[in-house]
């Protein structure tokens, strides 16, 4: 891949210029007792690649306690990884609802890095489960609806 690479910076092309992608991109990995050792290798490989769009590790022994190590230092490698676009960690006890939140909001930038790229974005590479999508719109109509006032301007006189 770093021959490849050497050889498009030579003709000026960029990561996301080719019409077909390059490289692998969906790597499913659901029941392996994936846990610490898994994790530190998988941010270390999401520092360097730009094919990966979309990795499934659920039901795993992945947990807070692994996210947030110092040497997996994960949402710091997945904030500055702009070609992932859905990572499905569910079934882990590391999904908490903060987890969830902050990984849906990288994937979301992630999603419109890449469209803002002219990079198609394949419908294989959302996953609509961890966006949030659903939650975000609850949330919009919730906070447009007219709230109960009681005071109605009378001054309580």
Request: charged share 25%; aromatic share 8%.
């Amino acid at each position: 891949r770093d021959a490849q690479r050497f050889k498009e910076s030579l003709r000026h092309c960029t990561k996301h210029s080719h019409p077909v992608l390059v490289g692998l991109t969906t790597l499913i990995l659901r029941q392996n007792r994936l846990g610490f050792k898994f994790a530190k290798e998988l941010t270390e490989a999401l520092k360097y690649d730009d094919y990966m769009k979309a990795i499934d590790v659920r039901d795993n022994l992945l947990t807070t306690k692994i996210i947030e190590n110092k040497q997996v230092n994960f949402f710091a490698i997945v904030k500055r990884n702009e070609s992932i676009t859905n990572l499905d960690f569910r079934n882990n006890e590391c999904y908490t609802d903060d987890f969830r939140f902050n990984l849906s909001q990288i994937m979301l930038k992630n999603i419109s890095t890449l469209r803002a790229s002219g990079l198609k974005v394949l419908p294989y590479w959302l996953n609509k489960g961890i966006l949030m999508i659903d939650e975000a719109i609850a949330a919009a109509k919730k906070s447009e609806q007219p709230k109960p006032n009681a005071d109605l301007g009378c001054g309580g006189h």
